[in-house]
């Protein structure tokens, strides 16, 4: 079989070709006493003892077991690891609702020029106004684009902003004196929505999908009630697909009392083409790290602004950015506030990344949308021919198919995505939304060429036949990477979470990754 | 094919429970074992809780997914399996012997008669089957 | 636009291709009444050029040229180059968290080495890859404590960093936890007497900071005795990870909340850092955030994988421990590199010379008349200093002489409106050092 795999393995694929890649241990493998990568300037002031100086009770003589290794092989070491990764630098990512688009170079110089990443959220407002430029005018472009009324570029992260959003609602009810129980979230939700809301005290309850796999309106009104704070609607939905009735969901709400939260993760289908605001959304967070370009950096770190309708802003969490006669400060007191959700601010260097992003693109930001959404449907149409399509609706930027007729043979969504790798690409979203057994989620963003497109559905389109005529190759894929399926049950069953020293588990030289087998070099 | 033994019962959400007198040992179904995949952890209450049908009693995981138990039945946790934390894959490999999960001596002794027999179950996993 | 790759013909046919005759045709599913119908009104289009200089307009108008005696929770050290080589490979920056282990090896190996270098540290067990700051991740291990003990109340240093106590209460009082404050004495460490008066067998947690807001060293041993005789857990929190090169670890800390932003991240105006929480093993399963371990590939060569996956929000759901997905995983990785070159001596000697030249600084003010150093606990590279009267009068003047000073501890403790906090770390050369104290001389012999 092996041999048949790497034939179909170097004879099919277009976009992937075998890498040889370096082997590497841990850093700590490669420590020896006294090597240094770094020495630091000369002291010039008097030297202090330690434990003179704290008590001997507080000294420390060094950190055990701390890598001691030179500054090439640091670099070394860290250049190596890299090359093991995918990257959108070397291709698609075509992953759901992660909105995977290129992130621009002129954003990370930006970031660290010296006068921004400097910068102590301390400092007196008279030397920080370029700061608090910075961020009022991210502020204006966001409003802008979303038709909200008020932000605050504060939460981390889109999960701390969902979380935001509910104490903003929770705080808003509770000044009316109609403190609720209840969030409603469709069953096609992504996973931090039903964990937020628990954090932030509420109990769920889960409305469902209708045929066409949107919100099921004749459910939601049945269920709406004075208990009801609010609905968490993600649009264009899980799916891909456009709430036609958003405005009459939010009317529907709001003749209860109820707000409407809307998940902003799926911005990139609408920027430029159709405001929130405009369909009746009072509180929204957007994810910078997805429609505003800042890097995912292997996962992090992103920001998670909250824009809302005016009668939301007296409860916006401190700091707040306020605009009075022209001059700008941060308001750090408020009675109304929510409170704070994290020391210091937002994560402004993801702010300022956000918005060398917004200022390349002006208006013209309607262009990557249009983009996003041609792609989307391009991909859609050439493969609906090969794999199920379970709702029919319209796509806008994503499309969801699942694994209907590739599972007659054996073959499910997870083993097409790692069949996907070994042409190069990184896999779409697999077995979610959960209202869509053995989805496939794919999201192409406006980043990706036609050619690459191209190259992406000839890769699909070979894996379906792949799963006909031989299953076996799908289903014990990827073959063509450095390390095959990894056995998560015994890392799960018994963690290993960090490395010791010789004495106890650490792995000896043969156990480190081996090179492409040999008989397999010949074959190049 | 898996043996569900007949002298025991079983509920819908998948737990077997074996009882004598008032003692009831209670388990996750091979059904339920082969639907988690690899199990690599048991999460059990503390000896001494009380239970009510219908309560979580516990949970049981996969890499991919974590799945409650319900307690079939009511009464109180005298014993737990503490196997089962050092050793998941019993569930796997046992689920409907050496995998049992919690002793529970019964507020009703009366309780696990009124669940599925062995038939029964085995015909309500044959209907989930054809279904999906 | 230059980050779009499609030509207007390729745009053609790939409509053609789609069966639509224009591209208003793919957003027809939004009802029109909906349809934004006018161009937005927003900055640019800008090119490369124009973006930086816009930038660099912004930072003229920031604290170029001034030096920076601002410490409370982000420090300013020395960032080696070397860093920003690793960081800007695009493989580290512009890959997805590493959901698909076979092609992620190079981040996940890279988290696990953080994880070790963080347990290493704080002499924790084990640690995980990131959270999103030390506020949150302080927080997170508040409601960690709550969920181990199943108690809901917290008995909180008023010595913890006042933005930390706020983020705390944020997300406290939530879910139904209380938080006690004890107060600190004139060492400006935290009341023991009080902490063990307040403690009892509903605390979830005492949570303290060392070396705390002020600057100075808590007891740790003693603090862990104090709520391990009522069964509570003690969180530490720490905001400066290059104490650690010389303080003994907070060992007998139940978790440890940490912020690494000390460790190759730049200010940059309060983000992004990373904060990470460290712990007993028997802990684990209630510890949020993502974890790496280590395990082998069916031909036995050692990979990195994601696990213990159930905690996290998109199998729980609403019984998820936090609702944490996007960590921090760039910064985490700026800490690893910084920490590999820094090495076993480099930190050491980095904490030594942090260590002196705030004693110097502190020698140095302590001579101008007026100024009094209040605290007498042991202190890393942070300190208060009183003035005769108004802190905040004394920062104006000393902002002419473009030195930013110390910061005044008014705002959050009204009983030291006179009082300041200031940070001296390696970077601050002897000579801003001295002239920071003449200046302050000159201010405080002048009228305020």
């Not at chain 1, 704290?54 to 090439?72: K, N």
């Not at chain 1, 889960?206 to 704070?229: C, F």
């Not at chain 2, 050793?87 to 696990?112: C, F, T, Y």
């Not at chain 3, 506020?135 to 960093?161: C, F, K, P, Q, Y």
């Amino acid at each position: 079989m092996k041999d048949a795999a790497k034939k179909i393995v170097s004879d099919g694929i277009r976009k992937a070709g075998r890498n040889v890649s370096q082997n590497e241990g841990l850093i700590f493998e490669k420590s020896a006493p006294h090597k240094r990568a770094f020495e630091l300037p000369p002291l010039d002031v008097p030297a202090v003892d330690p434990s003179a100086a704290l008590g001997a009770a507080h000294a420390r003589e060094s950190v055990e077991g701390f890598p001691e290794v030179s500054e090439i092989e640091v670099v070394r070491h860290f250049t190596r690891l890299s090359t093991w990764n995918y990257a959108i630098d070397l291709g698609m990512y075509p992953l759901g609702s992660c909105t995977m688009k290129y992130n621009p170079r002129v954003n990370e110089f930006v970031a660290r020029l010296d006068g921004i990443a400097t910068e102590h959220p301390y400092q007196p407002a008279e030397v920080s106004l370029g700061c608090l430029k910075i961020m009022r005018t991210l502020e204006k472009c966001l409003l802008e684009i979303t038709g909200m009324d008020a932000c605050t570029l504060e939460p981390a992260a889109g999960a701390q902003g969902e979380l935001c959003g509910l104490l903003l609602i929770r705080a808003y009810l509770q000044s009316k004196g109609s403190a609720r129980r209840t969030v409603l979230i469709p069953d096609s939700a992504h996973g931090t929505n039903p964990a937020t809301a628990t954090i932030a005290g509420y109990e769920v309850q889960s409305i469902r999908s209708d045929a066409a796999g949107q919100i099921d309106v004749e459910a939601l009104k049945s269920i709406v009630n004075d208990d009801v704070a609010a609905l968490m609607v993600t649009n264009p939905s899980t799916l891909g697909v456009f709430e036609q009735r958003i405005a009459e969901i939010a009317e529907i709400l709001h003749a209860h009392g109820a707000l409407l939260y809307m998940d902003g993760a799926n911005m990139n289908a609408l920027a430029g083409i159709a405001r929130p605001g405009d369909f009746g959304v009072d509180v929204m967070h957007l994810n910078l790290h997805k429609t505003f370009s800042t890097p995912h950096g292997g996962g992090g770190p992103g920001a998670g602004p909250v824009l809302v309708k005016n009668f939301l802003e007296p409860f916006l969490p401190v700091p707040v950015l306020v605009e009075k006669d022209g001059r700008l400060s941060l308001e750090t007191h408020r009675r109304t506030s929510i409170g704070r959700l994290r020391a210091f601010g937002g994560n402004f260097g993801v702010l300022v990344r956000a918005l060398a992003y917004t200022l390349a693109y002006g208006p013209g930001m309607r262009q990557a949308t249009e983009d996003a959404v041609l792609n989307a449907n391009y991909i859609r149409r050439n493969l609906e021919d090969f794999y199920d399509l379970p709702y029919k609706s319209p796509s806008m930027h994503e499309v969801v198919f699942s694994d209907a007729r590739q599972k007659k043979n054996g073959v499910n969504t997870m083993d097409i995505a790692k069949r996907l790798i070994d042409y190069g690409f990184h896999p779409y979203t697999t077995a979610f939304p959960l209202i869509v057994p053995g989805a496939l989620m794919i999201e192409p963003t406006e980043s990706e060429s036609k050619e690459e497109c191209d190259l992406f559905i000839d890769a699909m389109r070979s894996i379906a036949a792949e799963a006909e005529t031989n299953p076996e190759l799908v289903k014990t894929a990827p073959h063509n990477t450095r390390i095959g399926r990894l056995d998560e049950v015994t890392a799960a069953r018994k963690p290993i979470l960090r490395w010791r020293p010789a004495t106890s588990a650490a792995p000896s030289p043969s156990d480190l990754s081996e090179p492409n087998p040999p008989s397999s070099r010949s074959s190049e | 094919m898996a043996t569900y033994p007949t002298d025991y019962r079983y509920t819908r959400e998948h737990e077997w429970v074996s009882s004598k007198g008032d003692l009831a040992t209670v388990g996750i179904t091979d059904y339920a074992q082969h639907e988690l995949g690899d199990v690599v952890y048991v999460g059990l209450p503390e000896v001494g809780t009380a239970m009510k049908a219908g309560q979580i009693l516990g949970s049981v995981e996969s890499v991919k997914t974590m799945s409650d138990i319900y307690a079939p039945v009511s009464g109180t946790v005298v014993e737990i399996n503490s196997e089962l934390t050092a050793a998941p894959e019993k569930v796997n490999q046992d689920p409907h012997g050496a995998a049992w999960m919690v002793r529970i001596k019964l507020s009703d002794a009366a309780e696990p008669a009124k669940l599925l027999d062995a038939a029964a179950y085995q015909a309500f996993i044959a209907e989930k089957d054809s279904a999906a | 636009m230059r980050y779009l790759p499609k030509s207007p013909s390729e745009r053609q046919a790939m409509l053609q291709s789609v069966g639509a005759g224009s591209i208003e045709k793919l957003f027809e599913s939004i009802p029109a009444p909906l349809r934004l119908g006018r161009a937005l009104d927003l900055p640019g289009p800008m090119s490369e050029a124009e973006i930086i200089a816009w930038f660099q307009a912004r930072a003229a108008e920031n604290s170029l040229g001034y030096s920076s005696f601002l410490g409370a929770g982000v420090y300013n050290h020395l960032r080696s180059v070397v860093t920003d080589t690793i960081l800007l490979r695009g493989e580290f920056l512009t890959s997805y968290t590493p959901y698909q282990a076979e092609i992620s090896q190079g981040t996940l190996q890279a988290i696990f080495e953080f994880q070790t270098l963080m347990c290493q540290l704080t002499g924790q067990e084990v640690a995980n890859a990131s959270m999103w700051d030390g506020s949150t991740a302080t927080t997170e291990a508040a409601l960690m404590a709550a969920r181990l003990t199943g108690r809901t109340r917290l008995v909180v240093a008023r010595s913890l960093h006042p933005e930390y106590r706020q983020v705390l209460a944020t997300y406290g009082r939530n879910i139904g936890l209380t938080a006690e404050e004890i107060p600190y004495t004139a060492s400006g460490q935290i009341d023991t007497a009080r902490l063990a008066a307040a403690v009892n067998d509903e605390t979830a947690a005492v949570i303290v900071q060392s070396p705390n807001f002020f600057g100075v060293l808590e007891e740790v041993p003693e603090l862990a005795e104090i709520a391990h005789a009522c069964k509570a857990l003690l969180v530490v929190s720490v905001t400066e990870g290059v104490s650690l090169g010389i303080v003994r670890p907070p060992a007998e800390a139940d978790i440890v909340a940490m912020e690494t932003q000390s460790f190759g991240m730049a200010p940059s105006f309060g983000g992004p850092y990373a904060g990470v929480i460290a712990t007993r093993e028997r802990f684990i399963r209630q510890m949020p955030g993502r974890l790496a371990g280590q395990t082998t590939d069916a031909a036995g060569r050692r990979g990195f994988v994601l696990t213990l996956a159930t905690r996290e929000q998109h199998i729980r759901r609403e019984k998820a421990t936090s609702n944490i997905c996007t960590n921090q995983a760039l910064c985490a990785l700026a800490a690893t590199v910084h920490l590999c070159l820094l090495g076993k001596e480099g930190l050491r000697e980095l904490a030594l010379q942090n260590l002196a030249k705030a004693r110097f600084a502190a020698a140095e003010l302590a001579r101008v008349p007026g100024v009094r150093i209040p605290f007498t606990g042991p202190w890393f590279n942070e300190f208060v200093i009183e003035f005769p009267r108004s802190a905040r009068m004394a920062n104006r003047r000393l902002l002419d002489d473009k030195i930013i000073g110390p910061l005044p501890l008014g705002p959050w403790y009204p009983e030291l409106t006179k009082h300041g906090l200031v940070c001296v770390t390696e970077t601050m050369p002897r000579a801003e050092i001295e002239r920071f104290a003449t200046a302050l001389g000159a201010v405080l012999a002048g009228p305020l």
